[in-house]
């Protein structure tokens, strides 16, 4: 039998950048002594109000059909929410409630550009991304944001990658895996370059609540008519699990994704909308909770890497992720992530996963128990000795 060329399209890169992860949970479910540091699941519980809230629309009998976009009042939270991060006037027509920040850059992708069309995305990048953003028969050029300059974008390689059909620029900031933010000065020389070849720009800023005052530089309120801005409350409130994310853009942006919505999703639950409008009006606590436990974290992994001959942290502006540089140990990150799981049960990610810049780095999430995490530093050290003497 035969399949469409679309299965190809959305195989994506750096999958095998996942195999150890799984084979990790894997053994880890087993019982068996391993660590995973190598995805974002923060090891925090969902804020109570939140699950008590979705508890009681179960129990209420909320799961019947729900509008494509969402309910009225939760796109008006997310609405309140935006505008006090980034000053742009919006309310509920510019949003649209969807199946976590994955599910927000799938719909954006297949809106903004097509086939013949290009798309830039700034690397490194998320391993989904260039899947997600060819899937509608685009290409995807990638600018990076060299090594060498702190994963800081390089903004004439990025004015010198656009071309007559070039449609959108794609960026996370903060960035996973670096943890970089974009700053004000980069992006007033993006949003001038999105003025003058008129294109969209989609910020995914899924991890904004854990940058410093849970807010990112943002060319939102500035060209309101080309950025669309997505985010969700995986990171910030601990629930990945919820799948519970937005994407918020001019308005005719939002009717063509809630038409994309209605063919994919048909409305979300109702009892996880309901809990998502609780989760918003305890953002600030939530949020708070959340960047003080990776900034201690944080500190405590970088202590314990620090001094190993081998291999160098790189300190990120937020996030929970810490790019390690291991091109002194003479391996590639997918083979010292390879190595370190067969022969330490440690499990953390290739970061080639993300891009050629990061393909001598590991990402290894600190989102964790400050007991493992120790542990985990006990078993990279004791590896990195085997390599370097």
């Known amino acids: 039998m035969h399949y469409s060329p679309l299965v190809k399209r959305i195989a994506g890169d750096g999958a095998d950048a996942w195999l150890i992860h799984s084979t990790a949970r894997a053994a880890q479910e087993r019982g068996e002594d391993v660590i995973l540091l190598s995805v974002g699941d923060p090891d925090l519980d969902t804020p109570a109000p939140v699950l008590e809230r979705a508890i009681e629309r179960l129990r209420a009998g909320d799961t019947h059909y729900t509008p494509a976009t969402g309910r009225q009042h939760l796109r008006e939270a997310i609405a309140a929410a935006h505008r006090s991060r980034t000053g742009q006037p919006v309310d509920a027509d510019n949003v649209i409630f969807l199946a976590g920040a994955q599910n927000a850059l799938f719909a954006a992708s297949l809106c903004v550009a097509g086939p013949g069309d290009e798309v830039i995305a700034l690397e490194p990048l998320y391993p989904s991304y260039p899947a997600t953003l060819e899937v509608g028969g685009a290409r995807m050029v990638r600018v990076a944001a060299p ?8 903004l004439r390689a990025l004015e010198a990658a ?5 449609r959108a620029l794609f960026f996370a900031t903060p960035n996973n895996p670096s943890g970089v933010i974009l700053s004000a000065a980069d992006l007033t020389v993006i949003g001038n370059l999105a003025r003058r070849h008129s294109l969209w720009i989609v910020a995914d800023e899924v991890y904004a609540g854990l940058a410093p005052g849970g807010r990112v530089p943002s060319l939102a309120a500035a060209l309101p008519d080309q950025v669309a801005t997505i985010s969700s409350l995986s990171k910030s409130h601990s629930m990945p699990g919820w799948r519970a994310g937005w994407l918020v853009g001019p308005k005719q942006l939002i009717v063509h994704a809630e038409a994309m919505a209605q063919c994919m999703l048909f409305g979300l639950p109702g009892f996880i909308q309901e809990a998502a409008v609780t989760a918003l009006s305890v953002a600030d606590a939530a949020e708070s909770r959340v960047r003080e436990y990776c900034a201690v974290r944080r500190d405590l992994l970088l202590a314990e890497l620090s001094g190993i001959a081998g291999i160098q942290c790189l300190v ?5 992720f810490l790019l390690v540089d291991v091109r002194g140990t003479g391996l590639s990150g997918y083979d010292f992530m390879r190595e370190l799981y067969r022969t330490e049960g440690l499990s953390v990610l290739d970061g080639g996963a993300f891009g050629r810049e990061t393909g001598g780095f590991v990402r290894v999430c600190f989102a964790a128990d400050e007991a493992l995490l120790r542990a985990a530093a006990v078993r990279l050290r004791r590896f990195v000795k085997t390599l370097v003497r």
């Open 147 to 154: 090594a060498a300059q702190g994963f800081r974008v390089d």
């Open 162 to 166: 656009i071309t007559p059909r070039t």
């Open 316 to 320: 990120p502006d937020a996030g929970m």
